[in-house]
């Protein structure tokens, strides 16, 4: 239906009517209608190195072989990223899904302003840099790849390249190893490159250098407060230079392999230091940036560096600095309050439309994944539409690697989802299953597997209590992962060495992911649709307005059924 606009002599502004009415053509569905995510679960064509084609998953077998089906784009500028070689991820997935059309994310937002000057334009920026020009150390803080889910490395060697223009004397850089968005032991091909970068920069008037670092899971990029004491250990390698010393990045990469056997973004946290001193603690009269764009794992560290008052843990005495993130991780708490580049405005989305049209919401996941079914979905947005309409609930997750429990809380979900479908109290909800992303996020084949198969128990639990309820079922993915969990080469096909060992791959995929639709009814009233040529993650909103009987707005992506 078209936006009614009304205009407010008042206020002299045009107000969008969001109240949405019945659509003439698409029949509510009596029961519940439940979006199932299955973060991580995409479709590969190939067999090897796929844990979800490797798992016994009777139910999902199932579904997708009785229930309508189709492939949906979860990728590249599908999802909003600059390219279609981007991968996707759970943040742009979830804007997708929620909003209902495609706006530019972080990175292509970052990458244009940086092009296009205004960034060094802003207010911002130029705040940052007079503080170090004023004799204070400029730091960079954010996770060290071209991974372009959180971050890319790119926009860091920008960054310092236009502060050494500016007469920034000293820059001092705290890496985050990833070894998740890209290879599971990629980080010395970032960080040996980097040191041959960074001395082509420096000069008589340019000191710059790393001055630590560790790995993403391990210090500073702790997400929905699941774990503090990661930001705790990050605060106290970044700031206070406190953390056991090496002479470089690569000797700590090196030496912390030969020690633990683990992969990147599992190293533990290291301070470069010269003469037994720290090369780079944060003080008073220096300038931080946290290059991270993503706002899930940039905001427990943002409150730590700007919130007079801050318990989580104690930091010490608080150095007086200019503090910016990349982008303002939540616009709701204007977190951080200096930032470099706009976050996408993604207005009237699906749970905003429900919540002004009465309609009743449920959103649930683990804590891992928790402000993904909220924030994410809202659009960046914390909080509710409507109180009295809207019910969120989160499992708290475990704190051990998920390879050691690849059943994460699934099954804790699956019983409180149950017995709110059963109450009979929601008319739309929504969940996200981690598994797939989480464990497919340790390289485990074996622990991928599992959790597939723990997921499957859950599908069997859960798909008959919607159908018995009169609802739909909507089972799709955010992007793919856990079905590609070797690395290929150029060709696609799966890397071995001389042994015929593959080598795990960490990060998410370029494939689809599936949609299946699920209506118990034996002729049911609705279809997908045939005639659309790359139907994406943006589609699924309003499919969802359809099947509650409602007409989607006109600049949303068409939906995905239409009436049999």
């Known amino acids: 239906m078209p936006h009614p606009v009304r205009f407010s002599p008042i206020c002299h502004s045009f ?37 979800i084609k490797a798992a016994r998953t009777p139910m999902l077998d199932k579904l997708m072989t009785n229930f309508p089906m189709m492939a949906l ?10 390219s279609d ?3 996707g991820n759970s943040e742009v997935g979830h804007n997708a899904i929620g909003a209902g059309r495609v706006f530019a994310q972080g990175a292509k937002l970052v990458a244009e302003s940086i092009a296009s000057g205004h960034l060094w334009q802003g207010q911002s920026w ?23 889910v959180h971050s890319h490395i790119d926009h860091l060697k920008a960054m310092i390249e236009r502060a050494k223009q500016q007469g920034v004397g000293k820059v001092r850089l705290h890496i985050l190893l990833d ?93 470069i230091a010269q003469d037994g001193q720290p090369l780079g603690p944060i003080v008073d009269g220096d300038a931080v940036v946290f290059f991270n764009f993503r706002g899930d794992r940039a905001i427990e560290i943002s409150r730590a560096f700007t919130e007079a008052s801050f318990t989580p843990f104690n930091r010490g005495p608080l150095p ?77 997750s475990d704190v051990v690697p998920f390879e050691q429990r690849p059943w994460m809380k699934c099954a804790e979900i699956t019983d409180t989802l149950i017995d709110a479908i059963r109450s009979g109290q929601y008319r739309y909800l929504r969940v996200n299953y981690a598994n797939g992303d989480m464990v497919g996020h340790t390289g ?57 060992r593959t080598k795990a791959k960490t990060a998410h995929t370029l494939n689809p992911v599936p949609f299946i ?33 409602y007409d989607a707005p006109d600049d949303y992506d068409p939906s995905l059924i239409e009436t049999a």
């Open 517 to 549: 639709l699920i209506c118990g009814d034996a002729e049911p009233p609705y279809k997908l649709r045939q005639d659309m040529p790359t139907p994406g993650l943006s589609n699924i909103a309003a499919t969802v307005l359809n099947l509650l009987g």
């Open 15 to 51: 107000e969008i009517i969001m109240k949405l009415e019945q659509s003439p053509r698409f029949p509510a569905c009596p029961g519940p209608v439940v979006t199932i995510v299955l973060d991580g679960v995409g479709l590969s064509p190939r067999e090897d190195g796929d844990a």
């Open 73 to 82: 784009c979860a990728h590249g500028t599908a999802v909003g990223m600059p």
């Open 320 to 396: 007086k600095i200019t503090y910016a993130g990349m982008m303002q991780y939540d616009g709701d708490t204007k977190l951080p309050p200096r930032f470099l580049v706009e976050p996408p405005a993604i207005d009237r989305t699906l749970g905003e439309y429900l919540a002004k049209t009465g309609i009743s919401q449920y959103a649930i996941s683990e804590t891992q994944k928790y402000g993904h079914v909220t924030y994410f979905w809202n659009g960046n947005r914390s909080g509710k539409f409507d109180e009295a309409l809207e019910t969120y609930v989160e499992i708290p």
């Open 179 to 271: 070894g998740r968005d890209v290879g599971e032991t990629s980080a010395l091909d970032y960080v040996d490159p980097f040191e041959v970068y960074l001395d082509g920069l420096r000069s008589a008037d340019f000191d710059v250098a790393i001055a630590s670092g560790g790995g993403r899971m391990t210090i500073t990029m702790d997400r929905y407060e699941a774990h503090w004491p990661m930001v705790e250990r990050g605060w106290a390698i970044h700031v206070r230079g406190e953390g056991r010393q090496f002479a470089s990045a690569h000797d700590a990469i090196v030496t912390y392999r030969n020690e633990s056997n683990v992969i990147d973004q599992d190293l533990p946290g290291f301070v």
């Open 444 to 500: 485990n084949f074996e622990a991928a597997v599992t959790a597939m198969q723990c997921l499957d128990l859950q599908l069997a639990r859960l798909i008959p209590v919607i159908v018995a309820a009169g609802g739909v079922a909507l089972v799709t993915a955010d992007h793919g992962n856990a079905d590609e969990m070797y690395e290929l080469d150029k060709k696609g096909l799966v890397v071995r060495d001389a042994e015929g």
């Open 126 to 148: 130029r705040e940052v840099v007079a503080t170090a020009q004023q004799g204070g150390t400029l730091h960079f803080i954010g996770l060290f790849s071209d991974g372009n």
């Open 85 to 87: 070689d981007d991968m």
